[in-house]
């Protein structure tokens, strides 16, 4: 199918809810992918941080394959290897006791609220329901977790949203400590915004939530849906801060390219659910799970955390050397391999564009910001090509407004 068909019947057939780009994606093979033209793209964009291992990752493809012949669905009304195996990996990995398998992050975070209000009301009957988010959070798209979220822009025209939920100042601990009363049940974080722009949480405000928590006896739920699971160059991004939550929720790569999302939980608040309190049809499948513990096996394997971290420092030096050059770079930011260039003028979406021309996908989150999520396997020539292009579009533009 060429995009001219693509186009028609995507307007005629589909809801209009996204604002695509321009480009038919046709195949992948590993960082790079292919449009109906045979056009290939390195891509910088990965699914928004799911293709964490490229694409069509042979070990993972082998994983769904073999568990497709053998057993593809079953209710979670009985026991399956593939989840049982996956749940005693996670666990293990992040400290945390028990795991419940949806098939999204915001079905995930959607699970941790739902977890800390049974829990307060089933476990400790203390009444709190309340839960603090951030303001510029993101944390899902149902009435819940777009409630949670802390950018209006998505909220418009789904009024009324859920009660219960306030929004404190992201890397400000006194207006998080304003916002607690008696019935503040947790304390719900991205420890670094994804779709704001990358913002991390600075060490110091996560060692006060935590202290926080303790004070209060409320949750820490750590929404790691797009920075988890090795994105910023370990495992969990909390690792980086020392501070382990009650809850944390999981999506994005776990699933090796199929929709997959975790929500975890440890101490009392894990048994916060009874049979009955929560399910779901699809979450925790057979094929699914093969998936993601094939994303683990291949991860662990070949060290590619080490890479993460590595090849991350390696973008961020570069660019900050071109930011330092003048040449229109306010700032790079972010951990491991999930970074974002902020720009002094509203241009990124031209960036965006000029990339794709020389075959290399980016994401323009805001008018200033390019973001990048590469997939873990990159290598050196890769990373220099983004910064190659970057300096040769900012020279470009530099060059254009002197002429003016």
Same mark, same amino acid.
């Given at each position: 199918?060429?995009?001219?068909?693509?186009?028609?019947?995507?307007?005629?057939?589909?809801?209009?809810?996204?604002?695509?780009?321009?480009?038919?994606?046709?195949?992948?093979?590993?960082?790079?992918?292919?449009?109906?033209?045979?056009?290939?793209?390195?891509?910088?964009?990965?699914?928004?941080?799911?293709?964490?291992?490229?694409?069509?990752?042979?070990?993972?493809?082998?994983?769904?394959?073999?568990?497709?012949?053998?057993?593809?669905?079953?209710?979670?009304?009985?026991?399956?290897?593939?989840?049982?195996?996956?749940?005693?990996?996670?666990?293990?990995?992040?400290?945390?006791?028990?795991?419940?398998?949806?098939?999204?992050?915001?079905?995930?975070?959607?699970?941790?609220?739902?977890?800390?209000?049974?829990?307060?009301?089933?476990?400790?009957?203390?009444?709190?329901?309340?839960?603090?988010?951030?303001?510029?959070?993101?944390?899902?798209?149902?009435?819940?977790?777009?409630?949670?979220?802390?950018?209006?822009?998505?909220?418009?025209?789904?009024?009324?949203?859920?009660?219960?939920?306030?929004?404190?100042?992201?890397?400000?601990?006194?207006?998080?400590?304003?916002?607690?009363?008696?019935?503040?049940?947790?304390?719900?974080?991205?420890?670094?915004?994804?779709?704001?722009?990358?913002?991390?949480?600075?060490?110091?405000?996560?060692?006060?939530?935590?202290?926080?928590?303790?004070?209060?006896?409320?949750?820490?739920?750590?929404?790691?849906?797009?920075?988890?699971?090795?994105?910023?160059?370990?495992?969990?991004?909390?690792?980086?801060?020392?501070?382990?939550?009650?809850?944390?929720?999981?999506?994005?790569?776990?699933?090796?390219?199929?929709?997959?999302?975790?929500?975890?939980?440890?101490?009392?608040?894990?048994?916060?659910?009874?049979?009955?309190?929560?399910?779901?049809?699809?979450?925790?499948?057979?094929?699914?799970?093969?998936?993601?513990?094939?994303?683990?096996?291949?991860?662990?394997?070949?060290?590619?955390?080490?890479?993460? &971290?590595?090849? /991350? %420092?390696?973008?961020?030096?570069?660019? *900050?050397? @071109? #930011?330092?050059?003048?040449?229109?770079?306010? +700032?790079?930011?972010?951990?491991?391999?999930?970074?974002?260039?902020?720009?002094?003028?509203?241009?990124?979406?031209?960036?965006?564009?000029?990339?794709?021309?020389?075959?290399?996908?980016?994401?323009?989150?805001?008018?200033?910001?390019?973001?990048?999520?590469?997939?873990?396997?990159?290598?050196? &020539?890769?990373? /220099? %090509?983004?910064?190659?292009?970057?300096? *040769?579009? @900012? #020279?470009?533009?530099?060059?254009?407004?002197? +002429?003016?």
């Amino acid at each position: 199918m060429k995009f001219s068909e693509a186009s028609e019947l995507d307007k005629k057939h589909v809801f209009q809810t996204y604002r695509r780009t321009p480009l038919m994606l046709d195949r992948g093979a590993g960082v790079y992918v292919y449009d109906d033209s045979g056009n290939r793209y390195l891509d910088f964009v990965t699914g928004l941080a799911v293709n964490a291992l490229g694409h069509c990752n042979k070990r993972v493809a082998a994983a769904i394959s073999a568990q497709a012949r053998r057993l593809s669905h079953v209710s979670n009304l009985y026991y399956t290897e593939p989840m049982l195996r996956l749940a005693g990996r996670l666990t293990s990995l992040s400290g945390m006791d028990k795991a419940f398998f949806c098939n999204s992050g915001a079905e995930a975070n959607e699970a941790a609220i739902k977890l800390v209000r049974r829990f307060h009301s089933e476990v400790l009957n203390d009444g709190r329901h309340e839960i603090i988010c951030f303001k510029n959070s993101f944390h899902g798209r149902t009435l819940m977790t777009l409630t949670a979220t802390g950018q209006d822009v998505y909220k418009k025209g789904f009024d009324p949203l859920a009660p219960g939920f306030k929004h404190a100042i992201f890397n400000d601990i006194d207006s998080v400590e304003k916002a607690i009363t008696k019935k503040t049940a947790a304390i719900m974080i991205e420890p670094v915004q994804g779709e704001a722009g990358i913002y991390p949480a600075s060490p110091k405000f996560m060692r006060g939530l935590a202290a926080l928590r303790n004070k209060h006896g409320i949750q820490l739920i750590f929404d790691e849906v797009q920075c988890g699971m090795g994105r910023t160059g370990t495992w969990f991004a909390f690792e980086h801060y020392r501070v382990r939550p009650d809850a944390v929720t999981l999506a994005k790569p776990i699933g090796g390219g199929l929709p997959l999302g975790v929500m975890m939980a440890r101490g009392k608040l894990a048994e916060g659910f009874a049979p009955g309190a929560h399910a779901t049809t699809f979450g925790g499948g057979p094929v699914a799970c093969a998936a993601a513990n094939a994303f683990l096996d291949e991860v662990e394997e070949k060290k590619l955390l080490v890479n993460v &971290k590595t090849t /991350g %420092e390696r973008i961020t030096a570069d660019v *900050e050397k @071109l #930011r330092r050059s003048g040449l229109g770079i306010r +700032e790079v930011r972010g951990k491991g391999l999930m970074l974002a260039v902020e720009l002094e003028n509203d241009i990124a979406a031209d960036a965006a564009a000029f990339f794709m021309q020389n075959g290399v996908l980016i994401n323009a989150i805001r008018s200033n910001i390019i973001r990048i999520l590469p997939p873990f396997i990159i290598e050196k &020539k890769h990373a /220099g %090509e983004f910064t190659r292009l970057l300096e *040769e579009f @900012l #020279r470009a533009r530099a060059s254009s407004e002197k +002429e003016k």
